[in-house]
């Protein structure tokens, strides 16, 4: 198994595997030839070219992500230089080519040990942004995409409805590199929209969804419950049905399409620190398909999360400062008034709102013309 992580930063753990474990490396990187080159430190085993190598890596709910690939070649660096390919080993960093889906942060070969969360929180802030050229916006999002290959901080979602482009970000400084990077490696200047504040969902009560077979538009039958999970756990996904009684494949597009649709809560931000319970299942074959299962799971989720209700948290950064004392009572003064606190607040007055990008599962008539729409 191996890690793309920063040098120095151990991750994973030995594993009696034919691959490595590692970590992080530089940025990822493209050979001449468009081929995608990562780097890694080696801890076990053996990184061979030339043989199927997976990449897993966490979600933004805190699933599992797999994703294959393939090692074409493996280069080890000695003394500062990369040598001819060769077989890299254990304490070894070698340049790897060859697996398509690799990020920064990505641990290859297997998933055990893999962290449980990432080594930063996620952005509070988000913003729109474009080309400056309305001619250079094609390119610009695919350009924006592998950015964000080499850099796991940097989020890009883009608004399936008016094709609007968002980036998450930290601050000021993090724009400024990107838009540099953007001008220096693409000649494509950029334009930020208004900074807005990235806020959470989380689930407040129990809530259950049903739609069953032969009663709704798909030949699949679906029950979920939702209900709150402990703090900083992500999206938590049980199953209570017989495990046996649904094709595999079917139990994938359900879980998968759970995670993908709570990135849109009630109120449109992501919901967080759930759990998830797949209550009810049926098909008909050889008419059902996945297709049928990942359509009708976002109708019954919301349901149940209507049913649950939610209520929106704010970003808290926590932080320690230091200043002179005849400042402390202005500064404590100036915290208090932006009600500073240790833990995540509820909002108070009307939620705010984000424009929905998925068809809005929470509008039957609505879903369906947009699923047509697709079609």
């Known amino acids: 198994m191996s890690t793309v992580t920063d040098p120095g930063t151990t991750t994973a753990r030995s ?179 208004e900074t807005t504040t990235v806020y959470v969902e989380k689930v407040e009560g129990v809530g259950h969804g049903l739609e069953v077979i032969w009663q709704n538009e798909f030949a699949a039958t679906v029950g979920l419950r939702i209900e709150p999970g402990p703090a900083g756990t992500g999206v938590r996904y049980r199953i209570e049905v017989e495990p046996g009684g649904l094709p595999a494949a079917f139990h994938k597009a359900i879980e998968e399409t759970v995670r993908h649709t709570l990135q849109q809560g009630l109120y449109g931000w992501q919901v967080v620190d759930c759990v998830v319970t797949l209550t009810d299942t049926a098909y008909f074959s050889p008419v059902t398909s996945a297709g049928d299962f990942r359509k009708l799971t976002p109708l019954v989720l919301m349901t149940a999360l209507r049913a649950a209700g939610t209520t929106v948290h704010e970003p808290v950064n926590q932080f320690e400062a230091e200043v002179p004392d005849d400042t402390v009572h202005a500064v404590i003064s100036r915290l208090a008034a932006a009600r500073a606190t240790i833990d995540h607040r509820r909002t108070t007055g009307t939620p705010p709102t984000r424009p929905r990008t998925d068809g809005n599962p929470l509008n039957r008539k609505e879903y369906l013309s947009h699923l047509a729409k697709r079609v």
Do not use: C
Request: aromatic share 6%; net charge negative.
């Open 15 to 193: 594993l009696p595997l034919p691959l490595s474990v590692g970590e992080r490396a530089a940025p990822i990187d493209w050979a001449p030839s468009g081929e995608k080159v990562a780097y890694a430190r080696v801890y076990s085993g053996r990184l061979t070219a030339r043989e199927p190598t997976d990449t897993y890596r966490r979600g933004r709910t805190g699933e599992v992500i797999e994703a294959n690939g393939k090692v074409t070649s493996v280069r080890v660096f000695t003394h500062g230089t990369t040598t001819e390919e060769t077989t890299a080993g254990p304490g070894d960093i070698a340049k790897v080519y060859g697996p398509a889906h690799v990020r920064v942060g990505d641990q290859l070969g297997s998933p055990d040990g893999l962290p449980s969360g990432g080594f930063f929180a996620p952005p509070s802030l988000e913003t729109v942004v474009r080309a400056t050229e309305p001619d250079q916006n094609a390119q610009f999002y695919q350009h924006l995409l592998r950015l964000a290959e080499e850099d796991p901080l940097i989020n890009v979602r883009r608004n399936e409805a008016d094709r609007s482009i968002s980036v998450a970000l930290y601050g000021e400084v993090q724009r400024e590199v990107i838009k540099g990077l953007m001008l220096d490696r693409h000649g494509i200047d950029m334009v930020f929209e």
